[in-house]
């Protein structure tokens, strides 16, 4: 379903509201964990690794030098996705805070619902456990594009939503050092699941 349907779907829980993304990116980030990641045509994952991005002093946020054309989305109401391109070649979707410039980069989901949707959309994904296990595997298997970029999650008619299924956020984590980029590696904003298979990088029994 693109941007702009406003098809009712029976979501498989309820869908997280507005004022869960209305607080700083800090603090969404490791809530999110064991929410589920679902789009309307079935696919679904549970979340198991995420990075919390603080625009007003994060050198490696998009906002941090302010609002351009790119990132224009997340300077607008929580509970949006901003998806955007990188190296070329990869999309790779976040969950829109407050305040304005904050934002969680979904990195890795363990699939539930819709794995031979998934496949077909990684036909090079022969394991499981490599469906979504990083930002961009996740979005190729979600079927998530520029197409989604500005979608409303929170609203969930645009195709996809974060779902609470019942299953709590891990209890008393820490965060660890972000990957894949250059600047502010030293700020502890990654949240992973402990002992789950599929985070990305190395399986480890604490966050």
Known sequence: MSKGSHRAVAWPGAVLLRSFYEQPATTVA?????????SADGR???IVEVEAYVGSVDPAAHTFRGKTARNAIMFGPAGH???YFTYGMHWCCNCVCTPAGDGVLIRA???LHGLERMREARPWGTKDRDLCRGPA???QAMGITGEQNGIDLAGA???YA????GIAAPENLSGGPRVGIRLAKDLPWRWRVPNNRYVSGPVLTSA
Request: no cysteine; charged share 30%; hydrophobic share 45%.
């Open 81 to 83: 996705m901003y998806v």
């Open 30 to 38: 490791p809530q999110l964990l064991n929410k589920i990641l679902a």
């Open 162 to 165: 974060i779902i609470d299924d």
């Open 157 to 159: 008619r645009d195709g």
């Open 44 to 46: 679904a994952g549970r």
């Open 137 to 139: 595997r996740l979005t």
């Open 109 to 111: 989901i363990e699939p």
